[in-house]
């Protein structure tokens, strides 16, 4: 493959990614404005607009650093900091550390989907657990009934 497709496919990944990701997040908040007419958006948004943010600052920063990083490489082995060059390296460092994030998550998101592990918030209720859940709350209206009368 070619340098420049190389360039190309990395940029339409990273791009591509972050977008959506981006553009999730606005019709999110656009199509609840509308449902609820509720104008509260850091209210309501301000975990993901928080992320988001950190999200883009963290990005910028390390791109300044690659940036930086890949400037003083080159001129330490006379050549010149390219536009191309550093693109390939920048999207390397970024698709590695999504890469690494992004399986972790789809583990964990199969794993717990498919994996049982008693007592944590995302195992599967057994219905012994249910049960006893119900009667325990059924026990308390008893009581709260009782106590009214």
Known sequence: MSDTLINVVTLVVLLGVSGYLLASLVVSIVAERRRSH????????????AFCSLFLLSWA?????????????????????????FLAEFGQSTLENWQSEFLQLFAFVVLS?????????????????????????AARLDELGSSRS
């Open 113 to 137: 989907a498919v994996l049982i592990h008693r007592g944590s918030a995302e195992s599967k209720d057994s219905g012994e657990r249910v049960e006893r859940k119900i009667d325990a709350i």
């Open 61 to 85: 920063a390390q791109g300044l650093a690659e940036w930086n990083l890949y400037r003083n490489e080159q001129g330490a082995h006379g050549e010149p900091a390219t536009a191309s060059g």
């Open 38 to 49: 509720v104008r509260k958006t850091w209210k309501n948004f301000g975990l993901s607009l």
